[in-house]
């Protein structure tokens, strides 16, 4: 991000935190809509585990903090946490193929973790979560000095 000369540090703290507000209004915008989730589970699906798991329903949910995903596999709905919004994309695929996967496997055995081993991205996937929840326990930095 290129930030003009000549401002002041207060200026630029402004700035920046303007500048940053635009950027998050953009993503929001560019948030996949229930619909082209439910478009977007179809496809991962046909491509890693042969369109083998079909969903009848996937959303977005503002109720799950404690989970990043979630599904019922007698009516092959998936839940996202609203969480993930903002998330790179391949972190996000990845929620969907494990529910995804849910629907053919229950639990978290070998079996299940095979289905997942097509999806190339799905160790680095963890780890960003893992990240994710780490960074949440760290202690909040202090905040920038005004002069
Ligand atoms: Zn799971």
């Known amino acids: 991000?290129?930030?003009?000369?000549?401002?002041?540090?207060?200026?630029?703290?402004r700035w920046v935190g303007v500048m940053l507000d635009k950027l998050a209004a953009q993503e929001s915008r560019s948030v996949l809509g229930d619909r082209e989730l439910t478009e977007r589970a179809l496809r991962l699906s046909e491509q890693y585990f042969g369109g083998r798991a079909r969903p009848g329903s996937v959303r977005w949910?503002?109720?799950?903090?404690?989970?990043?995903?979630?599904?019922?596999?007698?009516?092959?709905?998936?839940?996202?946490?609203?969480?993930l919004q903002g998330m790179p994309e391949y972190v996000v695929d990845y929620v969907l193929l494990h529910e995804l996967a849910h629907l053919l496997v229950p639990g978290h055995g070998p079996r299940f973790w095979r289905l997942l081993e097509a999806y190339p991205r799905t160790e680095r996937a963890r780890g960003y979560l893992?990240?994710?929840?780490?960074?949440?326990?760290?202690?909040?930095?202090?905040?920038?000095r005004e002069e």
Not at 1 to 13: D, G
Not at 130 to 144: D, F, Q, T
């Open 61 to 83: 949910v503002t109720n799950q903090n404690t989970r990043w995903g979630s599904c019922t596999p007698s009516e092959g709905s998936i839940r996202l946490s609203h969480r």
């Open 130 to 144: 893992e990240g994710v929840v780490a960074a949440a326990r760290l202690p909040h930095l202090p905040e920038a």
């Open 1 to 13: 991000m290129l930030i003009p000369a000549r401002m002041s540090e207060a200026e630029e703290r």
